[in-house]
């Protein structure tokens, strides 16, 4: 049987990186191509993955993107979930597949795409009461508002499964808040929390968003990148147990969290290391969140409710990783040490 190929964006990147370590560790007989944007960085990574095939690009290098998809059997983008030219590179080489030889798609977008009522009121740090989940609530998720963040790339994806269902299968994977150490061969830090703690090291001083009653959920990178592994397992075996297409959306979390606690632990973590003179927080203006950080009212003064049932039931997917709150020391270390204060 001829070897599973398999074609990856954002290799070098977080989440991309760590995918790209679980799927080359479960299997290293595959044939991996990976997009790398710049010479040094591919060979870096060719040296650490003698096995993976480096094709030199970025994501707007649409006809190496629609080359690599349409030789593909197995697609995981994880670059940019708001970068429209590289899905529509996708999307198009996806459209040289057949009923025999179908194209498995496994597609990141984020959690930021259920935020939409706090981008509309533009009121932040509130507790809101609706909640998603990826498996009474599929359709739903596959036909959430055009003015949702991310939506626009979501449904060039969910399109390209619809215009072929027989020979396009999608699945779109989506993650909340990430953190943890990443495994790749490029960036292994997250965003949101370590921005949060960067932000009060900078400031001095704790703080809240608003009233710090927002809620999110949570996922560890590595966590992560084992429900794409389990699609990619499900795609090289025709399917698997794994839905795509009409039922393919895959919210990836491991329970919630409420922004005003991690807002307290970075604090109370950055005093206990004598990083900060109090471990109180104090509530601060939108402004100052944003002078803080351009994008700290969406980081951590959002909502977004989404409950994942799907890899769950039907993959197995069991994550067991220590949650973001455990790990707030040593995001709080890592970013000391960055501002040059451990």
Known sequence: MAPVKAF???????????????????????????LVRNKEKGAKLASEYPNARVVQGDLDSAAVIEEETKNA?????????DHVASATAIAKGASHHTAEKPVWIIHTSGTGILTVE???????GLERSKQHDDWDGVDELLNLPDDSLHRNVDKIIIEAGKRAPDSVKV??????????????????????????AAAVLKRKKGFLV?????????????????????????????????????KGYYLAENGP???????RAVAKAAYDKKLIASPDVEPIS??????????????????????SHRGKKLLGWSPSKPSLLELIPSIVDIEAKQEGLA
């Open 8 to 34: 990856l964006t954002g290799a070098t990147g977080y989440i991309g990186g760590d995918v790209f370590y679980a799927v080359t560790q479960a299997h290293p007989d595959w044939e991996i191509s990976v």
């Open 73 to 81: 059997d197995i697609v995981f983008h994880c670059a940019d979930c």
């Open 118 to 124: 706090d981008f509309r009121t533009n009121t932040w």
């Open 171 to 196: 699945a779109i994977v989506c993650p909340p808040t990430i953190y943890g150490p990443g495994r790749g061969p490029g960036n292994q830090k997250s965003v949101q929390a370590y921005w949060l």
């Open 210 to 246: 608003g009233e710090g009653k927002n809620v999110w959920h949570q996922i560890h990178v590595q966590d992560l990148s084992d429900l794409y592994r389990l699609l990619g397992d499900a795609a090289a075996t025709g399917g698997g147990n794994a839905t795509w297409n009409d």
């Open 257 to 263: 969290f409420v922004w005003g606690d991690v807002q």
């Open 286 to 307: 939108d402004a100052d969140v944003t002078k803080l950080n351009e994008f700290g009212l969406y980081a951590w003064g959002s909502s977004s409710r989404g409950w």
